[in-house]
Nanobody, 120 residues
Framework: QVQLVESGGGLVQAGGSLRLSCVASGSIFRMNAMAWYRQAPGRQRELVAV???????NYADSVKGRFTISRDNAKNTVYLQMNSLKPEDTAVYYCNAGVYTTPYRLLEVWGQGTRVTVSS
């Protein structure tokens, strides 16, 4: 069993910054790709950023240049640094990870979400 726990959400004014963290725990052999998704009210969940086990990153066009995803493999943790926040970034942010529980068994795991609210 593997769990992802997010933290760092909250209320911030437009132009401000937040840093989200997501820690994986449980029966982990090694972590695969890790990602952040978000879901705004009335909208579908969308990919925000992804980072591979090797450190390659990719971002949604809407956050390029403002958000940075990073990871600490020793701590099984992924971060999302969010700068120059806009009201349209308001959403529940979810951590997602591929987790090997054995050398051959790969699970996809989701966190419970952390809410980010950006006021204008």
């Amino acid at each position: 069993q593997v769990q992802l726990v997010e933290s760092g959400g909250g209320l911030v004014q437009a132009g401000g910054s937040l840093r989200l963290s997501c820690v994986a725990s449980g029966s982990i052999f090694r972590m695969n790709a890790m990602a952040w998704y978000r879901q705004a009210p009335g909208r579908q969940r969308e990919l925000v950023a992804v980072i591979t086990s090797g450190g390659s990153t990719n971002y949604a066009d809407s956050v390029k240049g403002r958000f940075t995803i990073s990871r600490d493999n020793a701590k099984n943790t992924v971060y999302l640094q969010m700068n120059s926040l806009k009201p349209e970034d308001t959403a529940v942010y979810y951590c997602n990870a591929g987790v090997y529980t054995t050398p051959y068994r790969l699970l996809e795991v989701w966190g419970q979400g952390t809410r980010v609210t950006v006021s204008s």
